[in-house]
């Protein structure tokens, strides 16, 4: 099946600074979603972004299909924005989304 | 408009029983997802449902069963259970299924003892 692969696994930030989070994926797909899960288990969808580039606030996604990768930046990080990032991907052809591991983000004040 | 309802948010079963989880989706969405996240596994896909038919089945055994109603709600069962099955179970809705966004509720956290 596809593969995805999300880097880095952990981050740690001081409240205010920038990150990039990056998603590589094996196969050519249908979609691509970002997800945010806080520290209470609920999953947020951020982005889905099949390709292109996306803001919403201070988080912004982009996805370059052909090159098989998206990435996820969040600007000025916040305490809440600590939890878990997920990039989830769908292959062609009406399949399941397959999640990544995930990047652990922790924003210390 | 209302989010993806799960319940019960949290049960606790004993090696063996059996238990049933619910999901409402959002209003208008016909697409239901399950997924079970555990710290080992990640989050893996259980089962998908269209207008009440399954269109996609994850590499769960046949313990894992689900079905979908006429008014889009669902529910997963899970039969003679094991430990390994303590897990968070979530329920997604979408417009579509596939090419759309995923909607995810909070989610049932199971324990087997």
């Known amino acids: 099946g596809i593969q995805v692969e999300q880097s880095p696994p952990d981050l740690i930030l001081q409240e205010g600074a920038n990150s990039t989070l990056r998603c590589n994926f094996s196969?050519?797909?249908?979609?691509l979603q970002w997800f945010h899960q806080n520290p209470w288990g609920q999953l947020i969808n951020l982005f889905y972004?099949?390709?292109g580039t996306k803001q919403n606030g201070r988080l912004s996604a982009t996805t370059v299909a052909t090159e098989r990768y998206s990435l996820l930046y969040i600007s000025s990080s916040q305490t809440t924005d600590s939890g878990v990032y997920f990039c989830?991907?769908?292959?062609?052809?009406?399949?399941?989304?397959?999640f990544g591991k995930g990047t652990r983000l922790s924003v210390i004040a | 408009k209302a989010g993806v309802t799960q319940t019960p948010r949290y049960l606790i079963k004993t090696r063996g029983q059996q238990v049933t989880l619910s999901c409402s989706p959002i209003?208008?969405?016909?697409?239901v997802s399950w997924y079970q996240q555990t710290p080992g596994q990640g989050l893996q896909f259980l089962f998908e449902?269209?207008?009440?038919?399954?269109?996609n089945k994850g590499n769960f055994p046949g313990r894992f069963s689900g079905r979908q109603f006429s008014n889009s709600r669902s529910e997963m069962n899970v039969s003679t259970l094991e430990l390994g099955d303590s897990a968070l179970y979530l329920c997604?809705?979408?417009?579509?299924?596939?090419?759309?966004?995923?909607?995810f509720g909070n989610g049932t956290r199971l324990t087997v003892t």
């Open positions: 997604a809705s979408s417009s579509q299924g596939s090419n759309s966004p995923l909607h």
């Open positions: 196969d050519s797909v249908n979609n």
């Open positions: 972004i099949p390709s």
């Open positions: 989830a991907v769908e292959r062609i052809g009406n399949t399941p989304l397959v």
């Open positions: 209003s208008g969405h016909r697409s």
């Open positions: 449902y269209f207008s009440e038919t399954q269109r």
